[in-house]
């Protein structure tokens, strides 16, 4: 364990307890707001706003990869609560979701499993709303039009015709494959299983380094299936490791381990997690690319440290009682309270997110030093695990 994380360790209880209470504070402040319209991907000056119109759709529309991390929040904050007004809130959206698979809205990417396994899958699952099964089946159904057999993968982006984006996935791909599971169990049906698990082994083989450290995105021959070439999209340059895509890594293949074990998957969330903690700066949040170290002037992204932190947490949990398992749970911690006590909103009533200064596309210069969705939820995901033993995963 690092001289850090045993320093954090263990969190006092009524930290993390505090956290959580200011957390949902916030997530039931945003209710009216965010059920007129849906937030942007980021904040803008640390307030998020609505949704940007596209495509013919008015602000605040559902539309983007990001929209189902609200309704996840809900349905984190309604099981630990049971408060009927967010109970009322995260149901409405299924309707949302519902509607957006039937109409074709913005579907042409890998990220159903980020919208629907939040928004749909589990309102099917606590309360058997068949709505929203048919929406995350459907859903299930688009993503499975997108694997690629020669390749055995998941093409990420775009129209499957496009020639920039034919052939190509990324690491963030780990986690919309639980979709593809859920479907499998609740069908019957192997063929959305074999397709998550053949896509998981391809960027087991060809994202990994042998450092442990990531490609960000990997493009195959879509019509021979041939490996190609590892690039970037939002890492600082090809051969660098951008920090997201590792913690998506972490708990992306932990998750993989939890479906299918005996593919080593689990060994390779341990690499990805050696690598991830072996590069973070002293407070234990991460820059936005792991090559940056202590000292630079670049920007943090406390949304990696979230979903790292829940990763670590899962690897723990799949590790059983070894003990490395108590090293990956120490360091998941020692992120969370750094998390907690220098990167929330706890204490900052200008800002409607749960925790600031993450970056989504530094390249771009697109949520640099912001609050975004994904951070927000991963951060809620991180505390909940954290604090309720009747926790279970939406995953």
């Not at 707001?33 to 609505?50: M, S």
């Not at 057999?149 to 998941?154: S, T």
């Not at 195959?220 to 660098?240: F, I, N, Y």
Request: hydrophobic share 40%.
């Amino acid at each position: 364990m690092s001289a850090e994380a045993e320093r954090a360790v263990p969190i006092a209880t009524e930290v993390l307890e505090a956290a959580w209470t200011a957390a949902v504070a916030t997530v039931r402040g945003n209710l009216a707001d965010f059920t007129a319209w849906y937030p942007d991907d980021t904040t803008t000056a640390g307030v998020y706003r609505p949704r940007t119109a596209r495509d013919g759709l008015p602000e605040g529309s559902n539309v983007g990869w990001t929209t189902g991390f609200w309704p996840g929040m809900l349905w984190l904050t309604w099981e630990a609560t049971r408060d009927d007004r967010v109970l009322r809130a995260a149901q409405d959206q299924v309707g949302s979701f519902a509607d957006r698979v039937a109409d074709g809205v913005d579907l042409d990417t890998h990220d159903l499993g980020f919208l629907y396994t939040l928004s749909c899958v589990t309102p099917a699952r606590l309360f058997g709303d068949q709505r929203a099964r048919r929406a995350a089946l459907e859903a299930a159904d688009h993503l499975m039009t997108r694997f690629l057999e020669p390749a055995g993968i998941v093409q990420a982006w775009g129209d499957l015709t496009d020639p920039l984006q034919r052939g190509r996935t990324i690491i963030d791909s780990l986690m919309n494959m639980p979709l593809l599971h859920w479907a499998a169990e609740d069908t019957g049906s192997r063929h959305f299983a074999e397709a998550a698990i053949r896509h998981t082994e391809q960027l087991k083989r060809h994202v990994i380094r042998p450092d442990g450290s990531t490609f960000h995105t990997f493009y195959w021959d879509p019509v021979s299936g041939e490996p190609l070439r590892g690039a970037t999209e939002q890492g600082h340059r090809d051969g660098s490791c951008w920090a997201r895509g590792q913690a998506w890594g972490i708990y992306g293949f932990a998750l993989a381990h939890r479906y299918e074990q005996g593919l080593s998957f689990l060994d390779v969330a341990r690499r990805c997690a050696d690598h991830f903690l072996s590069r973070l700066p002293e407070d234990r949040v991460a820059y936005w690319d792991l090559v940056f170290t202590e000292g630079g002037d670049e920007e943090r992204d406390s949304s990696a440290a979230a979903i790292a932190a829940c990763g670590l947490h899962e690897l723990a949990d799949q590790l059983g009682a070894v003990p490395a398992a108590s090293h990956y749970r120490a360091e998941g911690d020692a992120i969370l309270a750094s998390l907690a006590t220098r990167y929330s909103t706890a204490h900052d009533s200008t800002s409607n997110a749960l925790l600031l200064h993450g970056v989504y596309d530094k390249p771009k210069d697109v949520g640099v030093d912001e609050g975004n969705l994904w951070g927000d939820y991963f951060y809620l995901e991180a505390l909940s695990r954290r604090l309720r033993p009747d926790w279970r995963s939406p995953w």
